[in-house]
């Protein structure tokens, strides 16, 4: 399998990072027609931010994203972006959430390199998250 090698005007890189975040009191929100927004607001976020979407599975609680990401953006920024636009979008279009939460996130973040594991592992790993 061949290695990807993005670019900008002064780094060449493969960064590529598994992000998880969870639901405010891991409370099993994200289903249905919010997972369906939800997941082409992260899109619309990634794309927007210059980032490349490799894998994103919603569970009822909790967000697994695969994700490239400019080393010179970073993923802290991103991953800001992705749980702001999509906390205030949702709410605003779920009132539900807005009873139900305070926020519709944690504070908190997992994020890990795919280090040299093959993307395309690392990506059925994270879609297979949503059977167990």
Same mark, same amino acid.
């Given at each position: 399998? %061949?290695?990807?090698?993005? %670019?900008?005007?002064? /780094?060449?890189?493969?960064?590529?990072? *598994?992000?998880?975040?969870?639901?405010? +009191?891991?409370?099993?929100? &994200?289903?249905?027609?919010?997972?369906?927004? $939800?997941?082409? &607001?992260?899109?619309?976020?990634?794309?927007? =931010?210059?980032?490349? $979407?490799?894998?994103?599975?919603?569970?009822? #609680?909790?967000? *697994?994203? $695969?994700?490239?990401? #400019?080393?010179?953006?970073?993923?802290? =920024?991103?991953? =800001?972006?992705?749980?702001?636009?999509? %906390?205030?979008? !949702?709410?605003?279009?779920?009132?539900? !959430?807005? %009873?139900? !939460?305070?926020? !519709?996130?944690?504070?908190? +973040?997992?994020?890990?390199?795919?280090?040299?594991?093959?993307?395309?592992? /690392? #990506?059925? +790993? /994270?879609?297979?998250?949503?059977?167990?």
């Amino acid at each position: 399998m %061949s290695v990807t090698l993005r %670019s900008n005007s002064n /780094v060449v890189f493969q960064c590529a990072f *598994h992000v998880v975040w969870c639901s405010k +009191y891991r409370r099993r929100v &994200l289903g249905g027609l919010v997972e369906e927004r $939800l997941k082409q &607001l992260i899109g619309e976020v990634v794309e927007e =931010k210059g980032a490349w $979407l490799v894998g994103l599975e919603v569970m009822p #609680d909790q967000v *697994h994203l $695969l994700v490239e990401v #400019d080393p010179q953006y970073g993923v802290h =920024k991103l991953v =800001k972006a992705v749980k702001g636009r999509t %906390s205030r979008v !949702l709410r605003e279009e779920f009132p539900s !959430l807005r %009873s139900r !939460l305070p926020t !519709l996130w944690t504070n908190s +973040y997992f994020v890990a390199t795919t280090g040299g594991a093959p993307l395309a592992a /690392v #990506d059925e +790993y /994270v879609a297979q998250q949503k059977g167990r």
